[in-house]
């Protein structure tokens, strides 16, 4: 599987944006789906995942309320719609596929395939 992270850009505090990863080969909705990021001099953290199906996602308490992941398996894409964005969200956004669970989680160690990274900067 190869993921296409895209979407990322330069936007002021308070603005939104809409991460999309696109994902290649037939078998996209067997994957949990999930967003991590990493800021300069920071470890890689989780940010939101969804299940299989999409029925169930979970996020990082520094985002409830503010980002939405959601995804559609007929286009093997997943969206990360972030809204109110603060600078603390800069950092550059990797997707990542998860194909031995329905759900995700934030154990990135887990998670088989890698997106090539968006950068987020969010200016004050």
């Known amino acids: 599987v190869q993921l296409q992270a895209s979407g990322g850009g330069l936007v002021q505090a308070g603005g939104s944006l809409r991460l999309s990863c696109a994902a290649s080969?037939?078998?996209?909705?067997?994957?949990?789906m999930s967003w991590f990021r990493q800021a300069p001099g920071k470890e890689r953290g989780f940010v939101a995942g969804?299940?299989?199906?999409?029925?169930?996602?979970e996020y990082a308490d520094s985002v409830k309320g503010r980002f939405t992941i959601s995804r559609d398996n007929a286009k093997n894409t997943v969206y990360l719609q972030m809204n109110s964005l603060k600078p603390e969200d800069t950092a550059v956004y990797y997707c990542?596929?998860?194909?031995?669970?329905?759900?995700?989680?934030?154990?990135?160690?887990?998670?088989?395939?890698w997106g090539q990274g968006t950068l987020v900067t969010v200016s004050s």
């Open positions: 080969g037939r078998t996209f909705s067997f994957y949990a």
């Open positions: 969804i299940s299989r199906t999409g029925g169930r996602t």
């Open positions: 990542a596929a998860d194909p031995g669970s329905a759900f995700a989680h934030p154990q990135g160690s887990l998670y088989d395939f």
